[in-house]
């Protein structure tokens, strides 16, 4: 089966970095993508890691290992609004993790 | 050109009544996705249209959820003899031909309260 766990809080401070982290199992792998949500809104696609390394998208970065089956959304300088829910997601078809609502404290 | 829109925003029926629930995709995506959403969860796959033809319908939870996209672009997921249960919002999805590699656009969701 396919399944992704995720922290389910993360709080940090305006300015500063914060790192989302993802361990997924799975019997098939596609790629590791990240979604943003904020409150009352659609998800929308931040990033997608097919191999392992690291993306690099403005201030977020995606990384993936999967020998480790692990991938991490790095957000740095962070901004009031990037206070919502992110989720990591893979397989075919598409599962998403429970999300991680990020907190922001000014 | 638009993105992903979804009809109607918020709907509220009665436990048992049938509600139709509308996406409209972005213009040329042949790929089509529904899912469900409670609160504090991810969004949950329903079924997945590539062209007309419903690719993936293993996340429809029983045979109440009946989705179709009959001309490609425009689908209906319909449901019948609601339950309290059904209550989520209802997300649509679609990307440019389909795979777990490409971006999915989703639509702002149809909030269902089934009272």
């Known amino acids: 089966g396919q399944s992704l766990e995720q922290p389910s809080e993360v709080t940090a401070v305006e300015g500063a970095i914060v790192q989302i982290n993802c361990t997924y199992q799975t019997s098939g792998f596609y790629g590791l993508s990240w979604y943003q949500q904020h409150d009352g809104g659609a998800p929308t696609f931040l990033s997608y890691?097919?191999?392992?390394g690291l993306e690099e998208t403005g201030r977020f970065s995606s990384f993936l290992s999967r020998s480790d089956s692990y991938g991490y959304l790095l957000l740095q300088e962070l901004q009031m609004k990037d206070s919502a829910s992110y989720f990591c997601a893979q397989g075919e078809p598409i599962i998403f993790g429970k999300g991680t609502r990020l907190h922001i404290l000014p | 050109g638009a993105g992903v829109s979804q009809t109607p925003s918020n709907k509220v029926t009665e436990k048992g009544k049938y509600v139709e629930l509308r996406c409209d995709p972005i213009s040329g995506h042949t790929a089509l996705y529904w899912y469900r959403q409670s609160l504090g969860q991810g969004p949950e796959f329903l079924i997945y249209?590539?062209?007309?033809?419903?690719?993936?319908d293993s996340g429809l939870p029983n045979d109440r959820f009946f989705a179709v996209r009959p001309e490609g672009s425009v689908s209906t997921l319909k449901i019948q003899r609601t339950e309290r249960g059904d209550s989520a919002v209802y997300l649509c999805?679609?990307?440019?031909?389909?795979?777990?590699?490409?971006?999915?656009?989703f639509g702002p969701g149809t909030r269902l309260l089934v009272l």
């Open positions: 890691n097919g191999l392992d």
């Open positions: 999805a679609s990307s440019l031909t389909g795979g777990p590699q490409e971006t999915q656009y």
């Open positions: 249209f590539q062209g007309t033809g419903a690719a993936d």
